[in-house]
């Protein structure tokens, strides 16, 4: 009899697991259970659930050096043994789609411009970047859903998994509902929204975890020509610094060159994000721009520490994300729609409430956005405007990371879990690795 094996979670680390699994003939059995809809029937404003995770509809943006948000598994992985998986990965999606060009094509000039911002107190991260845009991802993965299917492999959707269950160390089933689902192993990979229901089912598993660093921030937005020469040589620049106050760490994320801010929802609150297409520009620019944050004694449960900053700043905004200008956030005033209409340039997401974030994140986290805007306006000029506008909550969740194997196997033999929700990665190709990694472990 085939092995069968369920993979819970259909974003690029179920995608590329499932790819991984049946890419002999005498593969296993693979049924694939999403919670959120197909692709054909998933709506744009759906950017959290559904076929292709939260990465489909996102700005596309797929990273290849091995920093920042790879650096997950390096505690079992070496650097070397992490670039092959990161050609590996970069191949497979080339083969499904993908044509954009690497970026920078100039590493002269970035490299110039990592050196302008080191001498103003600034870190520029330089990362080969594929960016395919929130337009044509979509169609990236359908040619992997297409593909799944001509090899058999099975989607469930709309069907939210409940609770795992195990019994003599031995996971034997996952329940949806009155649904039960049986099968040989499971793979567990429920993206960043299910990061807190994993936390939950470890609990009760008696799974071992450490909690992860979230981070939490704003969304800032500006006119592109702010960041439109570091932005035509990078795409992909990312900036730290340090701020004086509290000598944290604060950093930009996601640059979306001509993009536009989205909402990003977890059902129990809502977020912000933002994307760039290939073909559709905004004359604004955006970036998320957060502070890692870790807790120690009493709790370390970031995750939920982070989802109840985002609670209480949709609470503020009447369920919707609040915007203010950063001249009325410095001054101590909210901002009003008067405000935000007579602004220097206009707001390219407005199912918003204005109002003032200071009310919401937390004094430390507002006092360094506050100095590294201050700080970055070193090199990028216009940036600290009091014209600039900032939405929140921008916060970036990170699954729990429980105890696992090289191959992303638990203390649960038939059980492995991959991608941003349980710890194991931090963006697209991070999760894609992930996945394949599960896969290759789990084959018998």
């Known amino acids: 009899m085939s092995q069968k094996i369920i993979i819970v979670g259909a974003g690029p680390a179920g995608l590329f697991a499932a790819l991984e699994l049946t890419k002999d003939a005498d593969h296993p059995e693979v049924t694939i259970i999403e919670q959120g ?9 759906e950017t959290m659930i559904g076929v292709g995770g939260s990465g489909t509809f996102s700005d596309g943006k797929l990273h290849f050096t091995p920093v920042l948000s790879h650096e997950k ?56 970047c594929r960016h395919v845009g929130s337009d044509m991802l979509p169609g990236v993965v359908k040619n992997m859903v297409d593909e799944l299917e001509k090899r058999g492999v099975k989607f469930i959707c709309q069907t939210k998994i409940d609770q795992i269950v195990a019994k003599y160390k031995k ?92 909402i990003e929802n977890y059902q129990d609150f809502l977020c912000v994000n933002g994307h760039s297409n290939t073909n559709t520009f905004s004359s604004n620019s955006n970036f998320n721009f957060t502070v890692p944050v870790t807790l120690t004694e009493p709790t ?20 919707k994300p609040l915007l203010q200008r950063l001249g009325d956030l410095k001054s101590g005033h909210r901002s009003t729609w008067e405000k935000i209409n007579n602004n220097l340039f206009k707001p390219t997401l407005t199912n918003v409430t204005p109002g003032d974030i200071s009310l919401a994140l937390p004094h430390r986290l507002v006092t360094d956005i506050i100095e590294g805007l201050d700080i970055l306006n070193r090199v990028l000029p216009g940036i600290n405007s009091d014209s600039t506008l900032l939405y929140a909550p921008e916060v970036k969740l990170r699954g729990n990371r429980v105890t696992i194997n090289r191959q992303l196997q638990t203390e649960i033999p038939n059980l492995f879990v991959a ?20 896969a290759r472990g789990m084959i018998i």
């Not at 991608?419 to 599960?438: E, H, R, T, Y």
Request: proline share 5%; with cysteine.
């Open 419 to 438: 991608g941003d929700g349980v710890g194991a990665s931090g963006n697209i190709v991070g999760a894609a690795i992930s996945g394949i990694m599960a």
């Open 171 to 262: 996971i034997i089933s996952i329940k949806s509902g009155n649904q039960n689902f049986t099968a040989d192993s499971f793979l567990i990979a429920p993206g960043r929204i299910g990061a807190i229901w994993f936390q939950n089912q470890a609990k009760i598993l008696g799974l071992n975890y450490k909690y992860q660093e979230v981070e939490i921030g704003v969304r800032v937005e500006f006119p592109a020509t702010v960041m439109e020469k570091h932005s035509k040589i990078m795409h992909e620049n990312i900036y730290s610094i340090q701020t004086p106050t509290f000598g944290d760490t604060v950093r930009t994320f996601c640059p979306c060159p001509n993009g536009f801010v989205a």
């Open 37 to 45: 809809p197909s692709l054909e029937s998933r709506p744009r404003t």
């Open 73 to 128: 598994l390096f505690d079992l992985y070496s650097l070397e043994e992490y670039q092959t998986f990161l050609d590996y990965s970069e191949k497979l999606f080339l083969d499904y789609g993908v044509t954009a060009p690497n970026t920078p094509e100039n590493l002269a000039e970035a490299d110039e411009i990592v050196e302008q911002c080191h001498q103003q107190g600034i870190k520029l991260y330089i990362r080969r």
């Open 300 to 319: 370390g449960n970031t995750s939920v520490y982070a989802a109840n900053i985002a609670k209480l700043t949709n609470l503020l905004g009447d369920n």
